[in-house]
């Protein structure tokens, strides 16, 4: 994958916080306090995400209800007003995000009690305090420089599919206390896992073409790098503050081991 100079300080500025975000999966899978309560409360959280957004859509419509509502506003324009690749590109964006609902949600009803109802996105509208602190830093980004802010929120979401590919490496581990729960996980991950290594490059393919200035650069590693770390924050609360002391500072002070940037497995990707 060809990249300039500028797209890989990029990269490398983001992939310690990357390495942080990761590390808050790999510090809960084996916290002496995880149990089903806490499985199913993060995943409850992460349905959310799926639903509403961290600062992708309005926090009223999020991303299922914003683009049906667009759908249906642009179905007598398409090939008029509305080229039929962009509306493709939003159908294929909702159908994506409510897959991505529809794994984590049945992982957590797959750890439902006998009694215990069902998830509903309904259930879901309230989001905790560091989810929302993110979304309203996102927000404020966009509105101070809406270029740079919609390009850092697009480059930051997934945090690199940490979550995805650390949930799938439960798959080597269904058996003991959270065996079957595992399972769970790293089935939802792995059904979610392509779809947002896809989303991630869409948020870096381009940069190179969009003619930025050096100081256009900065201002992106320099909004991008607050994101990550609001990303970390958010995660380490999603799943109940399993990172503490010296490594979550280390997490937050961007200085884990990087995370390696698979430059040709998104170079076949974008080829395919």
């Given at each position: ?24 999966f ?41 683009p ?112 079957k ?5 790293a ?22 073409i ?7 650069w900065r ?18 609360s ?35």
């Open positions: 994958m060809g990249v300039s100079s500028n797209l890989k300080r990029l990269i490398d500025a983001a992939a310690p916080y990357w390495a942080g975000e990761a590390e808050v790999r510090s809960y899978w084996t916290w002496d306090k995880r149990s089903r309560e806490t499985d199913r409360q993060w995943l409850a959280y992460q349905c959310s995400k799926e639903v509403w957004g961290s600062g992708l859509a309005p926090l009223d419509k999020g991303i299922f209800l914003g049906a509502e667009q759908l249906v506003a642009m179905f007598t324009k398409i090939d008029i007003e509305h080229d039929r690749h962009e509306v493709l590109d939003i159908a294929e964006g909702l159908w994506a995000e409510f897959a991505h609902y529809t794994a984590f949600a049945d992982a957590y009803d797959g750890m439902a009690e006998p009694g215990e109802g069902k998830i509903n996105p309904q259930m879901l509208k309230n989001s905790w305090k560091e989810d929302l602190d993110l979304s309203h830093l996102r927000f404020a980004h966009k509105k101070e420089n809406p270029k740079l802010g919609a390009r850092a929120t697009s480059f930051t979401e997934g945090g690199y599919c940490t979550l995805f590919s650390e949930g799938m490496k439960l798959k080597a581990q269904t058996s003991g206390l959270h065996g729960r595992n399972a769970l996980i089935e939802a991950c792995s059904k979610v896992y392509d779809d947002e290594f896809g989303h991630m490059l869409k948020g870096i393919v381009g940069l190179d969009e003619g930025l200035t050096q100081d256009e201002h992106l590693e320099r909004i991008s790098v607050e994101q990550l770390k609001g990303r970390i924050v958010m995660r380490n999603q799943f109940g503050y399993p990172l503490t002391g010296k490594t979550l500072d280390d997490a937050l002070g961007g200085r884990l081991p990087p995370l390696t940037f698979d430059y040709a497995k998104a170079e076949a990707r974008m080829a395919a």
